[in-house]
């Protein structure tokens, strides 16, 4: 079955450049998402990459994505305080619901 | 347009009270996804609906859970008899055929 695994912390200073990782198992999933909570809110949309990419820039942030590892990373440049959240990866399934099956979420704090 | 809402926000409820949420999506998105998410795990899906018709239920969702969207639009999600173990956030999220997935903020429920 699918699995989205993610690193619960990071801790990064304002300015810094902010790696989050994620791996998952469903080598058919076409599409690869990251989500951003702030406390008591939704999630936001922050990026997606299509499988056949390895790489996707958008601003400050980047996609990373080794299709042979099954390894997603998120890079965040120039973090701000305001970046603090948590940050989930989802992989949509192949089949005709294409829900999304999300990781346990990545904790990020900005320290000024 | 305004994005999807839910209503309500917060929701306090005592074991064995049944309890109903709302989920306005996208004007003009044909699919609606229900997901809960407990304290600090990524959101899991629940069920969804293409147009008026529930297409996929995840095992989740047990008898006690009913989810409906009559006219293809709002959805509502009620629990009857309310556990503890329901405390959870339930985020709806919207899309148009298979795109990406924008969700709300979230009803936030606490059964006492």
């Known amino acids: 079955g699918e699995d989205v695994e993610q690193s619960l912390f990071l801790s990064v200073r304002e300015g810094d450049s902010s790696v989050i990782n994620c791996t998952y198992t469903?080598?058919?999933?076409?599409?690869l998402y990251w989500y951003k909570q702030e406390p008591g809110a939704g999630l936001q949309l922050l990026t997606y990459?299509?499988?056949?990419?390895d790489m996707k820039q958008d601003q400050r942030l980047t996609v990373l994505l080794n299709k042979k590892d099954k390894h997603l990373s998120l890079r965040i440049a120039d973090t701000q305080t305001g970046d603090s959240a948590i940050y989930f990866c989802?992989?949509?399934?192949?089949?005709?619901?294409?829900?999304?099956?999300f990781g346990g979420g990545t904790r990020l704090m900005v320290k000024p | 347009d305004t994005g999807v809402s839910q209503n309500p926000r917060h929701k306090i409820t005592k074991r064995g009270q049944n309890v109903t949420f709302r989920c306005d999506p996208i004007?003009?998105?044909?699919?609606l996804y229900w997901y809960r998410q407990t304290l600090g795990q990524g959101p899991e899906f629940l069920t969804y609906?293409?147009?008026?018709?529930?297409?996929?239920k995840s095992r989740l969702l047990s008898d006690r859970f009913s989810a409906e969207r009559p006219k293809g639009s709002f959805s509502t999600l009620e629990i009857q008899r309310t556990e503890q173990g329901d405390s959870a956030m339930y985020l709806c999220?919207?899309?148009?055929?298979?795109?990406?997935?924008?969700f709300g903020p979230g009803t936030r429920l606490t059964v006492l």
């Open positions: 999220a919207s899309t148009y055929g298979s795109g990406t997935q924008y």
């Open positions: 469903d080598s058919s999933s076409t599409y």
């Open positions: 990459i299509f499988s056949n990419m």
């Open positions: 989802a992989e949509r399934n192949n089949n005709a619901g294409n829900m999304l099956t």
């Open positions: 004007s003009e998105h044909n699919r």
């Open positions: 609906f293409q147009n008026e018709a529930q297409l996929e």
